[in-house]
């Protein structure tokens, strides 16, 4: 199966701008989890999408939103960019939400601000 | 608020030898613990996973213990290779709490496995 693929995979924006990101899981997956990595915050959760609907969301600002397709690919949109934005961010997929599923992650979009 | 800490930035060990990288919870909902290796500018990639019915699981050279009383997981390698070079993150999640898709990571711990 292929893995977890994520565009574009580097991307440079000035301050104020918008930018969508695109996240294709693996096949026959239906959640999807998206995280910002930084160096000094780490790896933090967004929020997390499954048929289409949010199902958790992170400690982020209304900037930061997310959606899902019926054919499970996810997309995240930051608007009014900061420079603090500036990370590594990175979707990851798995099945059904039972006990045990495991998150795989795609590649990641690194996302500079200027 | 660190729900889950590795307090060890960083571990050099001897190739061959035996490598412990410990993790620790606060957060009681936890039921599922995974490990993740990763190198710079890449994804996470999935290396072993424990629920909390289980205090061991074994996959290879990899095998995470879970200490519930004590809120602490830790991960074996033995042994160690020096393509097992690079940052290890803990990570947990709350499934019984519908809480699968949200995965709380620790700050990571660097290994390091010199020939």
């Known amino acids: 199966k292929a893995g977890v693929t994520q565009t574009p995979r580097y991307l440079i924006k000035t301050r104020g701008q918008q930018v969508t990101l695109s996240c294709s899981p693996i096949?026959?997956?239906?959640?999807v989890s998206w995280y910002q990595q930084t160096p000094g915050q780490g790896l933090q959760f967004l929020f997390e999408y499954f048929s289409e609907t949010q199902r958790n969301k992170g400690n982020f600002p209304g900037r930061f939103s997310g959606r899902q397709f019926s054919n499970s690919r996810s997309e995240m949109n930051v608007s009014t960019l900061e420079l603090g934005d500036s990370a590594l961010y990175l979707c990851?997929?798995?099945?059904?939400?039972?006990?045990?599923?495991?998150?795989?992650f795609g590649p990641g979009t690194r996302l500079l601000v200027l | 608020d660190q729900q889950v800490k590795q307090n060890s930035p960083s571990l050099s060990v001897q190739e061959g030898r035996i490598s412990i990288l410990n993790c620790d919870y606060t957060n009681s909902m936890f039921d599922y613990f995974l490990w993740y290796k990763k190198y710079p500018a890449e994804g996470p990639t999935f290396l072993i996973s424990i629920s909390s019915i289980k205090d061991k699981n074994e996959d290879g050279r990899f095998t995470v213990f879970l200490n519930k009383s004590a809120k602490h997981l830790s991960l074996h390698i033995v042994p160690s290779q020096p393509g097992d070079s690079a940052v290890y993150f803990c990570?947990?999640?709350?499934?019984?709490?519908?809480?699968?898709?949200?995965?709380?990571f620790g700050q990571g711990t660097e290994l390091s496995v010199k020939p």
């Open positions: 096949s026959g997956h239906r959640s």
């Open positions: 990851a997929s798995s099945g059904l939400l039972g006990v045990g599923e495991t998150q795989y």
């Open positions: 990570a947990a999640s709350a499934e019984r709490h519908n809480q699968g898709g949200k995965l709380i």
